[in-house]
């Protein structure tokens, strides 16, 4: 099953975050299916590609609860 998830990015104690297409048996850091966006906590600066995201969640990819709130709040769903 493919997840829509995050990948933690940066150094110690300055996360940033990529929003990848992963296959969930996959570990956090592992190698991702595709890329589509990015997410900075610290500073609350995001990026998403809508129709690459759109498009993954039309062929069932489902998404973490972290990135469904981040989704939602982006107006993507």
Known sequence: MLKLRLKRTGRKRSPSYRLVIIEHTTRRDGRPIEDV?????????????????????????????????????????
Do not use: D, M
């Open 37 to 77: 966006g990015f997410y900075n906590p610290i500073t609350k600066k995001s990026s998403f590609h809508n129709e690459k995201i759109s498009n993954w969640l039309k062929v069932g990819v489902q998404p973490t609860p972290t990135v469904l709130n981040l989704l939602k709040n982006e107006g993507i769903i």
